[in-house]
């Protein structure tokens, strides 16, 4: 079975799902779709990064593309490097996944991740590849074959870019804890704050090839939360693998999901009059709560599917500035084609130290949170488990009991073999039931239920 395109690339498990032998295919049939003379391609940290950044690379140079090979690199800044060099791009990551997990994303020519028709059309040549089928034109030879060369100055280039975001302002005398996911971002993130005059203590910036997102990072904010306390200092930086998203926690330890920081940069930037067209872009995820917030600024909503690239096509086709998600990929389109978690943490940190007001007291400001249960459901085949007449069934039944006090999300995971349900409403004890006897109805469809807490309540 073809593998297909979820809403951030293909994943899987590692040299098992994700084989050598098919993201060489890939490569090929990346290179088939998007012709060019040259790629960028970087990886995050985890053991099997090498051996299937390998794979891919000689699967492009085997249709004639030359390979640029940046090492370990945030996915924001491959990105960066696809847009500022106007080169197609891939990264070999699996962002929040374990680690035995890996994937590979690709960025088309500017940065920007692939529209539908650009991935079924790789998808085709895939299948094409994968069978043995004869290629046609044949494969280059000689001369015509691509070259592989590595290039170590390519975090430092977007280590200045970053720290240039802020212009002539600092970051002097802010304490910073930042959690790096033993990820990609465990050298970049903590040289730039540094350089922006950030007093920096670091959490989970060791990584070993199998410890990335390993009880840290934004999936697993405790350390640091912990070590934001410990240290005093004003804020907390948490990362993922792959630092395209970022949650923040303050100096009590409370942790704040990405539409607290939305509706805090989106009311920042109003005020300076610098939100273009005054309207955010969110997703179907995002919490009721934001939604009211944003309203109550006079400040409009442009709603997406899950997934940072819809946000993007939102934000290009209306000339808007700012979107993100709950998880915390937020856009700022100005500066980035992409979810960047250090550039959000930059510009959080900015905001903090401008405001001289506390993180607690302005994300809390920001917006009321709405409750809100999220529950995933393991699934083999997550579409068909969504489709199973049963469970439509009983998500029409939750939506009759919710009526207008709240709303019911139901969708199979772009990321992961998983369904996601989202019940929100104000009563907190009808979100929770009525969450349940929907995973109920998928579980029975399709496998074991796990309930996982929204992000904590300020």
Request: with cysteine.
């Amino acid at each position: 079975m073809v593998p297909r395109f979820g809403t951030d690339g293909i994943r899987g498990v590692a040299n098992a799902e994700l084989t050598p032998e098919l993201v060489l295919a890939l490569g090929r049939a990346a290179a088939r779709v998007l012709p060019a003379a040259v790629f960028v391609v970087g990886r995050d940290t985890r053991r099997s990064g090498p051996l299937l950044q390998a794979a891919l690379s000689s699967g492009l140079a085997a249709e004639g593309a030359d390979v640029v090979d940046v090492g370990v690199l945030p996915t924001p800044g491959v990105a960066w490097l696809s847009q500022s060099r106007q080169l197609p791009a891939a990264v070999v990551s699996a962002s929040h996944n374990p680690f035995a997990d890996n994937g590979v994303k690709i960025f088309a020519a500017g940065g920007t991740k692939l529209p539908d028709a650009v991935e079924q059309a790789i998808e085709a040549e895939l299948a094409q590849a994968l069978s043995g089928a004869a290629r046609r034109p044949r494969a280059p030879t000689g001369h015509g074959v691509g070259r592989l060369w590595s290039e170590a100055g390519a975090a430092g280039a977007y280590t200045d870019h970053l720290v240039s975001v802020l212009g002539d302002g600092t970051l002097d005398g802010l304490a910073v804890v930042v959690d790096c996911a033993n990820g990609a971002a465990a050298e970049v993130a903590p040289h730039v704050l540094r350089r922006l005059g950030a007093q920096v203590t670091v959490v989970a910036g060791e990584p070993d090839g199998a410890n990335i997102n390993d009880g840290c990072g934004s999936t697993h904010p405790g350390a640091l939360a912990a070590a934001v306390v410990e240290h005093g200092a004003d804020l907390g930086l948490a990362l993922d693998g792959d630092a395209d998203r970022l949650l923040a926690v303050d100096a009590a330890g409370t942790l704040w999901s990405g539409d607290h920081l939305l509706a805090l940069f989106a009311g920042d930037l109003a005020g300076r009059g610098r939100l273009a067209g005054n309207t955010v872009v969110v997703t179907v995820m995002s919490n009721l709560g934001l939604r009211l917030a944003l309203a109550e600024k006079g400040i409009a909503v442009r709603e997406t599917p899950v997934g940072d690239r819809y946000v993007l096509e939102a934000l290009d086709a209306d000339g808007l500035s700012l979107g993100g998600e709950q998880s915390g990929h937020i856009v700022f389109r100005e500066l980035s084609t992409t979810g960047d978690g250090i550039l959000t943490g930059v510009l959080l940190a900015d905001l903090v130290h401008r405001s001289q007001r506390p993180l607690a007291e302005l994300a809390g400001r920001s917006m009321r949170w709405v409750p809100q249960v999220l529950v995933n459901v393991a699934a083999a085949d997550p579409s068909a488990a969504v489709a199973d007449p049963a469970v439509r069934e009983e998500l029409a039944a939750a939506e009759a009991r919710l009526g207008e006090r709240g709303r019911v999300v139901l969708r199979a995971s772009g990321t992961e073999p998983l369904v996601r349900v989202m019940v929100e409403t104000e009563d907190e004890q009808l979100a929770r039931s009525t969450a349940d006897q929907l995973g109920e109805a998928v579980a029975a469809a399709a496998g074991d239920i796990d309930t996982v807490a929204a992000p904590p309540t300020p």
